[in-house]
């Protein structure tokens, strides 16, 4: 890795937090002391961050927040960019780490079980009966998705529960294995689709980009969005030629930005008609 390369860290842990409120300057002012930028949540039901910066820097931070017992070990995403790839360093207290807006979903208490990257693999080698759902944003699974992957169209991760009301009954009894960029989100889609009746659900370990890491990305058509400023990653994880619409945010592709409604810093083909 050359010195100059930003690091590019990604985690979340599912941990009650009642001190919330008290952690949120305390790790603010660190990741600023840190030069770090990007996000980091933290609600009364865990942590959820995405954060680049130097490797001594994300060296120190993981360091840092291992002091706390509650987060040791928590399995990080690591992938490299060029440049820093988020504008700002920002601390926030939020209700949920990853909204849904169900309180009755708590994955300490119900999640699907966990399939590796590898074993999924493995099930589409041999062409077993299995369902794979993505659980993302209808942006998302636009820049890539898992050959015959079920697509639920989401505005938001918040419309999930509805969605999947559309699925065919039969599905219910089908084995279904969903994914999201991290992981983070199939935590608690998992237990929705639980509750809602579907008996043999399993949620991708580590998501996408630990699928990437481990498989070369097999089975996955197109590249992966993420949520920073590279837009999207392909499967050896190297940042693509994705951009955002100025206007919409949008994620662009090369087609796209060669469209004739696309206008940079003024509109694209997604919110033209706008």
Request: net charge negative.
């Amino acid at each position: 890795m050359n010195e100059n390369t930003t690091v590019n860290i990604a985690g979340y842990k599912f941990q009650p937090l009642e001190d919330a409120a008290d952690l949120i300057s305390l790790y603010q002012n660190k990741c600023d002391e840190l030069k770090l930028k990007g996000t980091m949540l933290i609600s009364k039901n865990g942590i959820n961050f995405s954060l680049a910066g130097t490797n001594q820097a994300i060296d120190k931070i993981i360091f840092f927040l291992e002091q706390d017992i509650r987060f040791l070990n928590i399995p990080l995403k690591v992938t490299y960019s060029k440049e820093q790839p988020f504008r700002k360093m920002k601390v926030r207290l939020k209700k949920e780490i990853i909204s849904l807006g169900r309180k009755d979903i708590n994955p300490l208490k119900l999640s699907g079980e966990k399939i590796s990257p590898r074993d999924l693999k493995q099930l589409l080698d041999n062409k077993e009966e299995v369902l794979v759902l993505d659980t993302r944003n209808e942006y998302e699974t636009r820049v890539g998705k898992f050959e015959n992957a079920i697509d639920l169209n989401l505005d938001t991760f918040r419309h999930f529960p509805n969605a999947i009301k559309s699925l065919p009954e039969e599905y219910k009894d089908k084995q279904i294995v969903m994914y999201c960029t991290g992981g983070i989100r199939c935590e608690k889609a998992s237990a929705v689709m639980m509750k809602a009746g579907f008996t043999d659900v399993k949620q991708l370990e580590g998501g996408v980009l630990d699928y990437f890491k481990e498989t070369g990305g097999a089975y996955w058509e197109g590249d992966c969005f993420v949520f920073d400023e590279r837009v999207a990653l392909d499967t050896e994880l190297n940042e693509t030629d994705y951009i955002y619409c100025f206007i919409c945010r949008e994620p662009l592709s090369a087609e796209e930005k060669a469209s004739p409604d696309f206008k940079i810093n003024e509109y694209c083909p997604y919110c033209i008609s706008k």
